[in-house]
């Protein structure tokens, strides 16, 4: 099974439930899509680490062949070229690779060009298939690397875990296209609520499956309860507040190797997992 | 001579718009003739690259210098491309910053930002 992970802010514990969710799972791929900030390899530490180019394309002008026409700069819905003092002025990090210009040129005066946005990291930890996508900073998106990442998504070996970057923008949504099922991780705060309704919106509009992870939980008497009742959405299980994960975490450990109560916790989730992405299966086969 | 100025309305007696390429308007002033004229900005709307697209209409419109509160570095690097200066707005009144500037009193806009926004359509 194929599941993303994902929340409306950063913070929430995307990261704590994938890598953990992987780690006791028997077989396993984890694949960071969080290429802004990836994390995960923090907790894996991967070994026989190959790394591959993600490259994108722009477009480079002769200019002695450009008559000067502007159909370029009029098509580019980013406005990512500039027609100043007889030259094109062209702004590689604002291109969005669609191409348009070159084929509205009516004089081929632009051809296509690669450059580098980031990288792919692929390595093992143990049994477990890490998958890292890293964008350069500055870069205007991280699209093109998940893309890369998840090209191959179904052939990747056993239980599928999806580290997605928070929000709700393009990125996201790239990166749960071929998620069975979406895990939305949400703190038990109002701005909690805020966040989780934003990516609860994001999933039913791809109509995915879902249900939601609350972390740091204290009691039922919070706003994330209220939210999920109202909406009818299932809580899959509730991750006590607790300074001693947090310390876990921040030292770079995987919790459900320190000790059987965060395996337990961790279990359950995956148990619950597979009955969700089963039932999913057999009402949509 | 001509100026310009990004402007909220259609008035000389109006304010200056803090955003140079989301701004709906473009003041041209003719310090010549005294004349002014206002251009619809039709980057305003753009989902990404506002500050390029404006910048390519000051650039087409001729003018000698931008007086503006801020200026991003992608609509910097057009204008500077077309030799055009670009002026420090010293408050939001329209006419003060004409003044000044036929006074020779406004300073060149030094602090380029790198842009407030993450690029559009990501």
Same mark, same amino acid.
């Given at each position: 099974?194929? =599941?993303?992970?994902?929340?409306?802010?950063?913070?929430?514990?995307?990261?704590?439930? !994938?890598?953990?969710?992987?780690?006791?799972?028997?077989?396993?791929?984890?694949?960071?899509?969080?290429?802004?900030?990836? *994390?995960?390899?923090?907790?894996?530490?991967?070994?026989?680490?190959? !790394?591959?180019?993600?490259? =994108?394309?722009?477009?480079?002008?002769?200019?002695?062949?450009?008559?000067?026409?502007?159909?370029?700069?009029?098509?580019?819905?980013?406005?990512?070229?500039?027609?100043?003092?007889?030259?094109?002025?062209?702004?590689?990090? /604002?291109?969005?690779?669609?191409?348009?210009?070159?084929?509205?040129?009516?004089?081929?005066?632009?051809?296509?060009?690669?450059?580098?946005?980031?990288?792919?990291?692929?390595?093992?930890?143990?049994?477990?298939?890490?998958?890292?996508?890293?964008?350069?900073?500055?870069? +205007?998106?991280?699209?093109?690397?998940?893309?890369?990442?998840?090209?191959? =998504?179904?052939?990747?070996?056993?239980?599928?875990?999806?580290?997605?970057?928070?929000? !709700?923008? %393009?990125?996201?949504?790239?990166?749960? &296209?071929?998620?069975? #099922?979406?895990?939305?991780?949400?703190?038990?705060?109002?701005?909690?609520?805020?966040?989780?309704?934003?990516?609860? *919106?994001?999933?039913?509009?791809?109509?995915?499956?879902?249900?939601?992870?609350?972390?740091?939980?204290?009691?039922?008497?919070?706003?994330?309860?209220?939210? %999920?009742?109202?909406?009818?959405?299932?809580?899959?299980?509730?991750?006590?507040?607790?300074?001693?994960?947090?310390? /876990?975490?921040?030292?770079?450990?995987?919790?459900?190797?320190?000790?059987?109560?965060? &395996?337990?916790?961790?279990?359950?989730?995956?148990?619950?997992? #597979?009955?969700?992405?089963?039932?999913?299966?057999?009402? *949509?086969? | 001579?001509?100026?310009?100025?990004?402007?909220?309305?259609?008035?000389?007696?109006?304010?200056?718009?803090?955003?140079?390429?989301?701004?709906?308007?473009?003041?041209? #002033?003719?310090?010549?003739?005294?004349?002014?004229?206002?251009?619809?900005?039709?980057?305003?709307?753009?989902?990404?690259?506002?500050?390029?697209?404006?910048?390519?209409? =000051?650039?087409?419109? &001729?003018?000698?210098?931008?007086?503006?509160?801020?200026?991003?570095?992608?609509? +910097?690097?057009?204008?500077?491309?077309?030799?055009?200066? /670009?002026?420090?707005?010293?408050?939001?009144?329209? &006419?003060?910053?004409?003044?000044?500037?036929?006074? *020779?009193?406004?300073?060149?806009?030094?602090?380029?930002?790198?842009?407030?926004?993450?690029?559009?359509?990501?």
């Amino acid at each position: 099974m194929i =599941v993303a992970v994902l929340s409306g802010k950063g913070g929430t514990g995307k990261t704590l439930v !994938s890598v953990n969710l992987a780690s006791i799972s028997e077989e396993s791929t984890y694949i960071d899509c969080d290429v802004e900030e990836p *994390n995960g390899h923090l907790f894996f530490k991967p070994k026989a680490v190959v !790394s591959e180019d993600v490259l =994108v394309k722009y477009p480079e002008v002769d200019n002695a062949l450009c008559n000067g026409c502007r159909k370029c700069v009029d098509f580019c819905k980013f406005n990512a070229i500039a027609y100043i003092k007889d030259k094109l002025l062209i702004f590689k990090e /604002i291109c969005h690779s669609c191409g348009g210009c070159m084929i509205v040129c009516p004089k081929n005066a632009l051809r296509e060009e690669d450059r580098k946005i980031g990288e792919i990291k692929r390595g093992l930890s143990g049994q477990i298939n890490v998958n890292i996508g890293i964008l350069n900073p500055g870069e +205007a998106s991280g699209v093109p690397i998940i893309n890369g990442l998840l090209k191959d =998504v179904k052939n990747y070996r056993g239980n599928i875990f999806i580290d997605c970057p928070p929000g !709700s923008a %393009c990125t996201v949504m790239e990166s749960i &296209k071929d998620a069975d #099922y979406c895990l939305l991780v949400a703190e038990p705060t109002l701005f909690g609520v805020h966040n989780l309704e934003m990516v609860f *919106n994001l999933v039913n509009l791809f109509k995915k499956p879902h249900g939601v992870l609350i972390n740091k939980w204290i009691n039922d008497d919070n706003p994330v309860t209220e939210f %999920c009742k109202e909406k009818g959405i299932m809580i899959l299980e509730k991750i006590p507040f607790d300074n001693n994960l947090g310390k /876990i975490n921040s030292n770079g450990k995987i919790a459900v190797k320190e000790g059987n109560y965060y &395996k337990k916790i961790f279990s359950s989730i995956l148990e619950k997992l #597979y009955e969700e992405v089963q039932d999913e299966r057999t009402i *949509n086969p | 001579m001509k100026i310009l100025i990004p402007v909220e309305k259609k008035s000389i007696d109006g304010e200056v718009c803090k955003s140079f390429g989301r701004a709906p308007f473009f003041l041209v #002033y003719d310090t010549e003739t005294k004349a002014s004229s206002f251009i619809k900005n039709n980057a305003a709307d753009s989902r990404g690259g506002a500050g390029i697209k404006a910048a390519q209409l =000051v650039v087409d419109n &001729k003018v000698d210098g931008l007086i503006t509160p801020r200026c991003g570095q992608n609509a +910097a690097d057009v204008i500077n491309a077309a030799n055009i200066k /670009i002026y420090k707005t010293i408050n939001n009144s329209i &006419k003060d910053n004409i003044e000044e500037f036929l006074e *020779n009193k406004l300073e060149i806009l030094g602090d380029i930002h790198p842009g407030f926004h993450e690029y559009g359509g990501k």
